[in-house]
T-cell receptor, first 114, second 114 residues
Framework: DVKVTQSSRYLVKRTGEKVFLECVQD?????MFWYRQDPGLGLRLIYF???????EKGDIPEGYSVSREKKERFSLILESASTNQTSMYLCASSATRWGTAEAFFGQGTRLTVV | GESVGLHLPTLSVQEGDNSIINCAYS??????FIWYKQESGKGPQFIIDIRSNMDKRQGQRVTVLLNKTVKHLSLQIAATQPGDSAVYFCAENTRSNSGYALNFGKGTSLLVTP
């Protein structure tokens, strides 16, 4: 089975801190994604990556950056955390960049910025 | 931009009844759709998918219908059980210049009552 693992289930950070959310997948997938999930807004795409060192902005990239130094790992970075970034963050991976393939999700990281 | 949306934010059904969850999409070029189920505290899990060259696909107790004429997608769950209580998302495979990413609707909460 595909496994997507997010490093933390719960995080509490202070306003202005630099925050790293880590995600690892074990199926050699090309694509990796970061979404945030808020009540009533569904899942919104922040960034995605289709190869090492490559990244593509999603719908809401402001305030975030990403890093993909290895194929299996995709990191989401909040350069200076703010309270409006309090949310559930979901990482996902899918097999192919151009094909039609389902995305597999991690269990999510609930981030609270105080 | 174009978006995926749901008709009903919440749905309450009795155990044993059939459930129908609806989704509208607006990108006529979309060629792949997925339904996800998200239980409390977990990441979304794949239920069933359908490609645009099909109008119906069946799984175990679930059926997805695709009507490309009116850009409508539905998920039917037969003999709904308490374990089906969750939030259900439809997702549309959206193509950019760099690759595919899934665009999610806002979700429908399904509550199964005994």
């Amino acid at each position: 089975d595909v496994k997507v693992t997010q490093s933390s289930r719960y995080l509490v950070k202070r306003t202005g801190e630099k925050v790293f959310l880590e995600c690892v997948q074990d199926m050699d997938h090309e694509n990796m994604f970061w979404y945030r999930q808020d009540p009533g807004l569904g899942l919104r795409l922040i960034y995605f990556s289709y190869d090492v060192k490559m990244k593509e902005k999603g719908d809401i990239p402001e305030g975030y950056s990403v890093s993909r130094e290895k194929k299996e790992r995709f990191s989401l970075i909040l350069e200076s955390a703010s309270t409006n970034q309090t949310s559930m963050y979901l990482c996902a991976s899918s097999a192919t960049r151009w094909g039609t393939a389902e995305a597999f999700f991690g269990q999510g990281t609930r981030l609270t910025v105080v | 931009g174009e978006s995926v949306g749901l008709h009903l934010p919440t749905l309450s059904v009795q155990e044993g009844d059939n459930s129908i969850i609806n989704c509208a999409y607006s990108n006529s070029a979309s060629d792949y759709f997925i339904w996800y189920k998200q239980e409390s505290g977990k990441g979304p899990q794949f239920i069933i998918d359908i490609r645009s060259n099909m109008d119906k696909r069946q799984g175990q107790r679930v059926t997805v219908l695709l009507n490309k004429t009116v850009k409508h997608l539905s998920l039917q769950i037969a003999a709904t059980q308490p374990g089906d209580s969750a939030v259900y998302f439809c997702a549309e495979n959206t193509r950019s210049n760099s690759g595919y990413a899934l665009n999610f609707g806002k979700g429908t909460s399904l509550l199964v009552t005994p």
